[in-house]
């Protein structure tokens, strides 16, 4: 019985350290969790601040049609 009781001990005592790295990993990657998180975050945050300052595009869209050019009456220009 006293064996038992002794080899029981251990095990705990192990799964008692084990616990613990594993609560001190989980500290850790939580920490690093909100780190990453919040970069995240400012990084959305400045995209979208360039975006509402840059409203008009940079590079036009090919997709859609070209205005139309108004030309004058062919009657009203000036033969060359």
Known sequence: MERLNTKLYLRNCNILKENERLRKKAQLLNQE??????????????????????????????????????MAPSGSQHPC
């Open 33 to 70: 969790n909100q780190a990453l998180s919040s970069e995240l975050k400012q990084k959305q945050k400045l995209a979208k601040s360039s975006a509402t300052f840059n409203s008009t595009p940079s590079i036009p869209d090919l997709n859609t049609t070209p205005p139309t050019l108004t």
